[in-house]
């Protein structure tokens, strides 16, 4: 039982390096999300994907991108990363309507931003 | 865009007590809501949800949530807590894709 996935879990960048979080999902959901958690705020979502090939924003988009090449697969981008973005990164899937939109979330991810 | 509100930073109540956490949301629809549970280190496991019915639902390890429609509301209760329910809850609201969630409630448990 994988479920959701997430590549690295730990991770140290410098300023203004650059990094990919990987998020793979077994479940053949459609929808798949990053969220970052900080305290005091709860999750944020940062962008968000109703399938394959498509990507929309979300509250906190700005720093990141990201790609749905593959139904499976959701890719976190950092292209210079900020201080700003130290957190912890949590990758999640949702399946059809019919369940209510369920979301099942991975492990996380802890970046530390130098 | 929705939005959730848990009013309670932080919750102390004492092993064998009652608990209840609130939950406001903003949402243009029917929404969808969820509580999750989050322990130390962890990710985030679903207690329970709501999407359409009865507005009393009942989730996993005891918990029961109400909502409201008037009230804008999606508390959650559970009658006798237990030491291993310390932990932050979050509560959710959304629709297909962009799903919101409230900044946590972190509950302490007392002996």
């Known amino acids: 039982n994988a479920g959701v996935t997430q590549t690295p879990k730990f991770r140290v960048l410098k300023t203004g390096q650059s990094m990919t979080l990987l998020c793979a999902q077994d479940m053949n959901h459609e929808y798949m999300y990053w969220y970052r958690q900080d305290p005091g705020m709860g999750l944020r979502l940062i962008h968000y994907?109703?399938?394959?090939?498509?990507?929309a924003k979300g509250e906190v988009p700005d720093g990141y991108n990201v790609s749905r090449l593959k139904k499976q697969n959701f890719l976190l981008g950092l292209e210079s990363a900020a201080p700003s973005q130290t957190s912890v990164y949590f990758c999640?899937?949702?399946?059809?309507?019919?369940?209510?939109?369920?979301?099942?979330f991975g492990e996380g991810s802890w970046l530390t931003v130098v | 865009a929705q939005s959730v509100t848990q009013p309670d930073i932080h919750i102390t109540v004492s092993e064998g007590a009652s608990l209840e956490l609130r939950c406001n949301y903003s949402y243009g629809a029917t929404p969808y809501l969820f509580w999750y549970v989050q322990s130390p280190g962890q990710g985030l496991q679903l207690l329970l949800k709501?999407?359409?019915?009865?507005?009393l639902v009942q989730g996993i390890k005891g918990f029961e949530a109400e909502f409201k429609r008037s009230q804008s509301s999606f508390n959650l209760r559970k009658p006798s807590v237990h030491w291993s329910d310390a932990a932050e809850y979050f509560c959710a609201v959304g629709g297909w894709g962009d799903m919101r969630f409230g900044a946590g409630t972190r509950l302490t448990v007392k002996p």
């Open positions: 709501y999407f359409s019915g009865d507005t």
């Open positions: 994907s109703v399938g394959e090939g498509t990507t």
């Open positions: 999640a899937s949702s399946v059809d309507r019919g369940s209510g939109n369920t979301i099942y």
